[in-house]
C-alpha cells in the first residue's frame, strides 16, 4: 500500500525554534516529495520540493532533508515565526508522467507562539 | 479573480438533498481535481480531469458525480449523501497532470444532516 505517515501529529514551538515534521514512504518508486502549507479556512499551498537525487534543499527559513536509504524526508523551519502557524502536509509521488497522483501524509498542526 | 476559486464555501444538506460544488480556476491549466479533506486523514484524491476528460475516479461513491464543461469548470454534483459525507472538499489545478504543483482553492465545507 502506498503511504506516506507523518509526525508529530502536532508541534507547538516558542519564536525562533526549529520546529522540525517528519514522514516516511514505503515506495521505492517514489520520486517527488512536495510539503504543502495550509493556514485556516485556506486550501493547502506548495511550499518546498525535493527529488532523491539531492539530500538537501532550502528555500529561505524553509529545508528538506531527504534519506533516501532511510526512505524519510523531513521539513525544517528556521527562525519559527507566529506567521509560520499552520498545518503542514508532505506527500509523494511518483514517475514523470504521475507528479499530481500525490499520497499525502495525515497532516501536522504547527503553532508558533510568540 | 485570480486562482481556484470554490463556491459555496459552506453548505448544510439533509441526506436527501441535491446540491452542487462549483469550482472554477483562472490559472489557464489544463487538470482539475477534487479531493477530499477530514480531520486528522490525509487529502483523498477523489477525481481527476485533464483536457475535460475524466482520467481517474479513485473508487468513489456515485453519490458523488463529477461535471467538467471546460478546463477552467469543475463541478461536483452531490446525491443521497451519508453523515459520514461531511467534511472539506478541496478543487486543485495544475497546468499539466504530469505536473507535481497543485493549486488549491479554500474549500467547501460540507455537512451532511
Known amino acids: 500500500q502506498q503511504q506516506v505517515k507523518q509526525s508529530p501529529q502536532s508541534l507547538i514551538v516558542q519564536k525562533g525554534g526549529i520546529p522540525i515534521i517528519n514522514c516516511a514512504y514505503e515506495?521505492?518508486?517514489?520520486?517527488?516529495f512536495p510539503w504543502y502549507q495550509q493556514f485556516p479556512g485556506k486550501g493547502p499551498a506548495l511550499l518546498i520540493a525535493?527529488?532523491?537525487?539531492?539530500s538537501e534543499k532550502k528555500e529561505g527559513r524553509f529545508t528538506i532533508s531527504f534519506n533516501k536509504s532511510a526512505k524519510q524526508f523531513s521539513l525544517h523551519i528556521m527562525d519559527s515565526q507566529p506567521g509560520d502557524s499552520a498545518t503542514y502536509f508532505c506527500?509523494?509521488?511518483?514517475?514523470?508522467?504521475?507528479?499530481?497522483?500525490?499520497?499525502f501524509g495525515e497532516g501536522t498542526q504547527l503553532t508558533v507562539n510568540p | 479573480e485570480t486562482g481556484v476559486t470554490q463556491t459555496p464555501r459552506h453548505l448544510v444538506m439533509g441526506m436527501t438533498n441535491k446540491k452542487s460544488l462549483k469550482c472554477e480556476q483562472h490559472?489557464?491549466?489544463?487538470?482539475m481535481y477534487w479531493y477530499k479533506q477530514s480531520a486528522k486523514k490525509p487529502l483523498e484524491l477523489m477525481f481527476v480531469?485533464?483536457?475535460?476528460?475524466?482520467?481517474e475516479n479513485n473508487s468513489v461513491p456515485s453519490r458523488f458525480s463529477p461535471e467538467c464543461p471546460n478546463s477552467s469548470h469543475l463541478f461536483l454534483h452531490l446525491h443521497t449523501l451519508q453523515p459520514e459525507d461531511s467534511a472539506l472538499y478541496l478543487c486543485?489545478?495544475?497546468?499539466?497532470?504530469?505536473?507535481?504543483?497543485?493549486?488549491f482553492g479554500e474549500g467547501s465545507r460540507l455537512t451532511v444532516l
Open positions: 525535493i527529488r532523491p537525487d539531492v
Open positions: 506527500a509523494a509521488s511518483k514517475g514523470e508522467t504521475s507528479g499530481s497522483r500525490l499520497t
Open positions: 486543485a489545478s495544475s497546468q499539466v497532470v504530469a505536473s507535481g504543483e497543485l493549486f
Open positions: 480531469y485533464n483536457f475535460k476528460e475524466q482520467t
Open positions: 515506495n521505492t518508486a517514489f520520486d517527488y
Open positions: 490559472l489557464g491549466h489544463n487538470a
